[in-house]
């Protein structure tokens, strides 16, 4: 498809900035949000998108798969949701089973509010989030490529909510928190929401490409001593290693495992083909640090008690 990886990383550049401008006709502001969930995407992973409602979670992924002219599919998560809800069932036809395909055959999943449902049923997305597969009734069905999902949560009502498997939080790449729109930007939205005026997109990316681009990334040359600093800095967040510091020992319970040092890697490769560079550097490894180590570092009761944050944390051991 490229002539070479340096053509292919800087057509990469030229289209991402092509999708920011077309995802920016809907989504006002939240650039940092569409850039995280973009590098996922391009990835070949997952994100977790965590904000009150009303802040376009929604719209944002419905509008990514426009522009990628990707299948979408929203399954809203309830407590009574069950997993042949989610990767369909057996159904008895012509004195036959015939398998239903249910909603995960899709390339973009929303899974709109994934703590509403019992951990039963939120590990229905397991085995399609890591080896893009389902199995039901020993047959393995392939899932179409590229796939990815992206869930969310609702940071303010707990009740009636099912916390993550620490198993499921480590398969979701980016932990994205969204924030409220600043004033202007709010200005823009209600303007924007309120006319008759339709705004259309246009279609950026085939499933081809996105799937070429990924395998650009993965070829991206990194050097050792990059990925020396990527480990060394997920290593750090461990307070039982043996040169963990005070602070870390002090403010955490459990750090990050093995599979946050391979994300880290990967995103800060794609946070710099992005931007034009044709090797990832360490500021691309601090630019994608927090959201990817958010979710996977767990504070101890000291922490909380001081309202230490994992952003303070991060930042501390950084």
């Not at 996922?40 to 719209?59: E, F, N, Q, R, Y």
């Not at 939080?169 to 209600?190: A, K």
């Not at 081809?208 to 990194?222: D, R």
């Amino acid at each position: 498809m490229f002539q070479s990886d340096v053509d292919g990383i800087d057509q990469l550049a030229s289209k991402y900035q092509l999708l920011k401008n077309e995802v920016g006709k809907i989504i006002v502001g939240q650039d940092k949000t569409v850039e995280l969930v973009l590098l996922s995407i391009l990835c070949d992973s997952h994100s977790l998108l965590v904000g009150v409602p009303g802040l376009a979670k929604t719209l944002l992924v419905k509008t990514i798969s426009q522009v990628l002219d990707l299948n979408f599919k929203r399954i809203q998560f309830t407590p009574d949701l069950m997993p042949s809800d989610i990767i369909g069932t057996e159904i008895l036809e012509n004195n036959a089973f015939k398998f239903n395909k249910g909603p995960v055959f899709s390339n973009i999943i929303l899974a709109d509010e994934i703590n509403r449902t019992p951990p039963k049923t939120q590990a229905a997305l397991l085995e399609a989030m890591q080896e893009r597969t389902v199995t039901i009734a020993g047959i393995e069905y392939q899932l179409d490529l590229p796939f990815f999902v992206l869930a969310t949560q609702n940071p303010i009502e707990q009740e009636g909510t099912y916390p993550l498997p620490e198993a499921q939080l480590d398969r979701f790449m980016f932990n994205i928190q969204l924030d409220y729109p600043s004033l202007q930007e709010e200005f823009q939205i209600v303007k924007q929401t309120t006319s008759s005026q339709e705004i259309t997109v246009n279609k950026i990316l085939q499933k081809e490409e996105i799937i070429e681009f990924q395998k650009l990334i993965k070829k991206m040359p990194v050097t050792d001593h990059l990925i020396e600093y990527a480990v060394k800095l997920i290593v750090s967040t461990r307070p039982k290693e043996l040169n963990a510091t005070s602070f870390v020992k002090e403010y955490i319970s459990w750090g990050a495992g093995p599979r946050a040092s391979q994300a880290i890697v990967i995103a800060a490769k794609a946070h710099a083909a992005i931007h034009g560079k044709y090797s990832p550097d360490i500021e691309d490894v601090k630019a994608v640090a927090l959201p990817i180590l958010r979710h996977r570092i767990m504070r101890n009761f000291k922490a909380e008690a001081e309202d230490i944050s994992i952003e303070t944390i991060v930042s501390k051991i950084m």
